[in-house]
């Protein structure tokens, strides 16, 4: 209601998605002139992986270069569906699959990772990273990045992911359903299908040639149409149009009020 409130108020709106807009559009009663999307900015070359921090934190972990690694970084709560990743990953490891997973981030739902890791409901393949300062370095270790999130407004871990040249598994929720393209520069499963995100995963860990292929073209898709130079030209020339029409002269002069 707040928000709402406020719109009314505002030239335009800034949505970082179409979900996002379409979300407050049919909430507000305002005219969809009045909402501009501008998506997120990514520097992609600061997520080109390094072959070297790989290699680091792969003999860190204890994980061989030629073993599957499934990554996650972001907030751990019910939004981001980390349970329904668990649990995927559970029915791999009940099925004989030998697929890797590091967890990194934090938040209320840490205390059930470090239980299913503890009561071993992973295998010996889950471990938990806390909170994560180098996320390239993570991404660079990894084979296959997982977001299940339920809900989102851009999905910025899987925009990095997908900078960093990896295969992103993702829910078909708001956000994520804006930047990827099932088949092409992602895979998608429905939110909170555990079965279906487990087979897609099994399907990407088993197929080098697959990730290799939806890697680079998400990397390519980031670039072209998520760059941090199309973002500030995006707000530059929305800035120059909303000026124009703010100082453009009123057909009718506005009557003041005053006595002559």
Known sequence: ????????????????SPSVRDYHLARSGLPKSRYTVIRGGIDADAFARSKGKRIQLRGEWGIADDQPL??????LDHQEGIETLLSAMSHLAARGQAIHLVIGGDGPKRHIIENFIRHGEGGDYCRMLGFVNDVQAVLSAADIFAMPSRWGGFGLAAAEAMAASLPVVAARSPGLRDIISDGETGVMVDPGDVFGLAARIEQLAHDPELRRKLGRAARKHVRQEYSVESMVAAHERLYVEVAADTLAPRSQPIDAGWDE
Not at 4 to 16: A, E, K, P
Not at 70 to 75: K, N
């Open 70 to 75: 499934v990554a996650f970084v972001g907030r």
């Open 1 to 16: 209601a707040y928000a709402r409130f406020l719109s009314g108020y505002c030239d335009r709106i800034i949505c970082v």
